[in-house]
């Protein structure tokens, strides 16, 4: 037993005031130097106490059924690397078949156990330990997280094996509390290009876009590497049919200790499948691991990768300038130093964050002669698509002087009669295309693009929206995740899909697939907002619950950005895929500015419809 000062990021639990070397958390035994085995303390603790490392402890001479799975729980929330304690605690032949990796299953709550002697004469020795909990989510061996709310409920059985009772049936994976899960498990973006595939001609589609694909990693055991593996390990099944990956298949860690330099510069020594790239994918690779172990390593810039053959020749060097000039976001989600909202006169206006008015746009919609209930800024903030207050007419137009707003784009094939009827706020993605919802009460919802912000409109297939409603949507910059409020039976969730391409250059068949929920806890989510690669903020409220909100990601599991301050009646959030710019809303107190580190501030009494270029 032993303590290591590593800070890690999320709250752990508290110990309790024991002198001890080392700790086991969550109701684990803690070891003193004489006396008996004592349980820790279930309660609360800070960031400053979370540099006590957690080790197991192995099994005790005559130990009972109960207190062997109850002790072999406890050894699996242990910082060991390759959970060498807990296999102490199984038979032979469960040493040999239990494949702790497979699944992590996330409970409310540690799991109970029921015990049960066996009544099979057959197995007189045996004793059965059944437990049981509430599951609030997976995360499986490529490290993907899923909501998953559901009664969880496993047996595991156990025999006597040299006098002592041991392990010798369980369930593969491994069990744990959300609390043990938080304290354990830290959420790592690894980064894929996107791939356009039917649209592969045009030039837009060239373009290196990296993606975020969030997966949950142990973040004290060697997380640079961790983190190197799972993103050789490809995208996850989510992610896999949409973002490529410029690492040849097979790619493997050639050293399997990975640690940033005096200098900060990560140096990655490959397997022979990447020695054959060329200079400009040798680059790709090296962007997609800078992006991935800056995401894990937050507190520590990077200043350079550079990757090796197994020999240690290099292959190619990617400095932090290049990487943040050359596959950074910022060419799809634009550097705006500005937010946007519709003002008392109709008129669209711009603040920047140290203003304290706000101004009119150039062109048709800063006029006022176009009552608009909603706009969307294009992310070179050149163009502007704005819907008509009767719900019926999308406009685009350009942000210059002397430009007229010309006809609608389209219209609207239904009455518009109500506010969540006809056209849904227009939204544009890092590619140049606009995206809007058809609210029709009659014949349902249509999804549309319309390339470049012009022409025809083109259906976009949902097919798993089945009979439900769309009621908002906001694509993300890369163009392949969308994010949409869908409404059924009086229930709004949020739900994430996955823009598919199919067809020709010249007829695409665009389609977004596998919708699935980003918050499911909230019973009605009012607003929600791109905040990051893989973060939304999402304004709801749970079953018989007051509004709230918050920061989730893309995988549905809550964030561990900073906790938002309350503010009263919000219609209507927007943030920008910056993460230091303030968040803006349309609340009971009109337009509210959100500063990081600060209070909300209101800064126009009177509009609506707020938004950042996107």
Not at 3 to 27: E, F, H, M, N, Y
Not at 384 to 405: K, N, P, T, W
Request: with cysteine; proline share 6%.
């Amino acid at each position: 037993m032993r303590q290591d000062a590593q800070t890690v990021s999320r709250p752990a639990r508290k110990l309790a005031g024991l002198g001890c070397a080392a700790v086991l958390l969550a109701g684990c035994a803690s070891m003193p130097d004489s006396g008996d085995v004592t349980a820790v303390d279930q309660s609360p603790r800070s960031e400053g106490d979370s540099q006590v490392r957690v080790y197991g402890v192995p099994p005790q001479d005559g130990a009972q059924p109960t207190n062997i799975v109850r002790s072999f729980l406890d050894a699996t929330t242990s910082d060991e690397a390759d959970f060498r304690t807990a296999t102490q605690y199984l038979a032979k032949s469960a040493r040999r078949t239990w494949r702790p990796f497979q699944v992590t299953k996330v409970l409310q709550e540690r799991p109970k156990s029921e015990p049960k002697v066996q009544p099979n004469r057959e197995d007189t020795n045996g004793y059965s330990v059944t437990l049981s909990g509430s599951q609030v989510a997976t995360v499986d061996d490529n490290h993907a997280y899923t909501p998953e709310e559901k009664p969880y409920r496993q047996t595991i059985h156990l025999i006597k094996e040299g006098g002592q009772w041991r392990i010798d049936r369980l369930p593969n994976g491994v069990v744990l509390g959300l609390s043990d899960f938080q304290r354990i498990y830290r959420s790592v973006n690894k980064y894929y290009f996107a791939s356009y595939e039917s649209e592969s001609e045009e030039p837009k589609a060239s373009r290196d876009v990296l993606v975020a694909d969030p997966v949950y990693l142990r973040q004290r055991i060697k997380p640079i590497t961790a983190s190197v593996q799972a993103l050789l390990s490809g995208p996850t099944d989510w992610l896999n049919e949409v973002t490529t990956s410029a690492f040849p298949p097979g790619t493997r860690l050639a050293a399997h200790d990975l640690a940033l330099d005096d200098s900060n510069g990560l140096r990655v020594k490959l397997s022979k499948e990447a020695v054959s790239t060329d200079t400009a994918q040798c680059k790709r690779m090296a962007a997609q691991l800078f992006f991935t172990v800056q995401d894990m390593t937050r507190a520590s810039k990077i200043s350079e990768v550079e990757l090796q053959d197994n020999n240690g020749n290099s292959l190619c060097t990617l400095s932090q300038d290049q990487a943040e000039r050359d596959y950074a976001s910022a060419p799809l989600t634009g550097r705006s130093a500005k937010e946007y909202f519709i003002d008392a006169d109709h008129k669209v206006v711009a603040m920047s964050d140290s203003a304290t008015e706000p101004t009119p746009v150039r062109g048709a919609f800063g006029s006022g002669k176009t009552p608009l209930r909603s706009v969307a800024i294009s992310r070179g903030e050149n163009t502007a698509a704005g819907v008509s207050s009767d719900g019926r007419s999308l406009y685009v137009a350009a942000l210059e002087d002397g430009i007229e707003r010309g006809a609608p784009l389209m219209t609207s094939t239904g009455s518009a009669k109500n506010p969540d009827e006809g056209l849904t706020a227009p939204s544009w993605d890092g590619l140049g295309d606009l995206w809007v919802a058809d609210r029709d009460a009659t014949h349902g919802s249509r999804l549309l693009r319309m390339r470049e912000g012009k022409g025809d409109p083109e259906r976009v297939a949902v097919p798993g929206l089945g009979g439900r409603r769309i009621k908002a949507i906001k694509v993300a910059a890369d163009g392949i995740r969308i994010a949409m409020l869908v409404e059924d039976k009086g229930r709004t969730t949020l739900q994430l899909g996955r823009v598919e391409r199919g067809g020709s250059s010249a007829h695409p068949v665009l389609s977004v697939e596998e919708l699935r929920p980003i918050a499911p806890q909230l019973e009605d989510v009012v607003a929600a907002s791109w905040a990051g690669g893989s973060r939304l903020v999402v304004v709801g409220r749970e079953s018989g619950g007051v509004q709230q909100m918050q920061f989730m990601e893309t995988d549905g599991s809550a964030s561990d950005a900073q906790t938002l301050p309350g503010v009263n009646g919000v219609k209507a959030v927007a943030a920008s895929e910056d993460e230091t710019r303030p968040l803006i809303a349309d609340a009971t107190e009109g337009i509210v500015r959100l500063p990081p580190d600060a209070n909300w501030k209101t800064v126009a009494k009177d509009g609506t419809a707020p938004v950042y270029p996107g």
